[in-house]
């Protein structure tokens, strides 16, 4: 018994360490976003707005594809659900209370068209899966522009508002597609024109690209973006 224990000790200590899986490495935020700069930003060359102002993900337990249909989105997102005053724009910086949670708006450009929302929660260590996303952005238009549309790609599930008014919606537990949604014709006044996003996500990956196009689909770039 003596001999087989030591043997026993012996190929313990000869095996190899069982080798460590090292964590996933978070990519940097910066690979994603940057900080907002002091002069407004215009549309990039394809029209996709890059500067928003995001809060921090609310927590919203939603893991099956079902919770995503147009009556749970609409009342999932919907202004009396946003944390805080609806009235008013976020600031940088500012802190809002969401139940028991205690959330701060960033504003950031994207490096990106597409604004990955799972990527910066990701990197500000906050939950990915299961969460409310919005946003708010302004857009200054030289002149009135009558007859334009908001495009809108999100994953997953999104809806819109244009100074207030409800433009686009998309249900279902979609991937991001590029001008997947168009809203209506709508009118950019003159001028200073908020717009509002809220995104949900269930177990998946999280992001959104919105630009304005005209009545020939093509991009509005003659625009400026601003956070305030």
């Known amino acids: 018994m003596r001999r ?16 460590q899986t090292p964590p996933p490495q978070v990519p940097p935020l910066s690979d994603y976003f940057q900080p907002v700069t002091a002069a407004p930003a215009a549309p990039d060359a394809d029209g996709f707005l890059r500067r928003w102002l995001i809060l921090e993900p609310v927590a919203k337990p939603n893991r099956t594809n079902a919770v995503f249909t147009g009556t749970y989105v609409r009342d999932a997102l919907r202004p009396a659900t946003y944390p805080g005053r609806w009235a008013a724009l976020p600031r940088e910086g500012q802190t809002v209370r969401a139940g028991e949670q205690t959330l701060r708006w960033h504003a950031y450009d994207s490096r990106l068209w597409d604004a990955k929302l799972f990527n910066l929660a990701q990197a500000l260590g906050k939950p990915t899966y299961g969460v409310i996303f919005w946003v708010a952005t302004v857009v200054n238009s030289p002149r009135e522009m009558r007859d334009v549309r908001l495009a809108v790609g999100s994953n997953s599930a999104s809806r819109w508002w244009l100074n207030g008014a409800n433009v686009a919606d998309l249900y279902d537990d979609r991937r991001m597609v590029m001008d997947d949604v168009l809203s209506d014709r709508i009118t950019l006044k003159k001028g200073r024109n908020v717009l509002r996003g809220a995104i949900i996500n269930g177990p998946g990956l999280s992001d959104f690209a919105v630009r304005f196009v005209d009545t ?10 601003t956070v305030q």
């Not at 087989?4 to 080798?19: I, R, T």
């Not at 020939?216 to 973006?225: A, F, H, S, W």
């Open 4 to 19: 087989l224990a030591m043997l026993a000790g012996f190929m313990a200590a000869a095996a190899p360490a069982a080798a």
């Open 216 to 225: 020939g689909g093509q991009p509005v770039r003659d625009l400026t973006v």
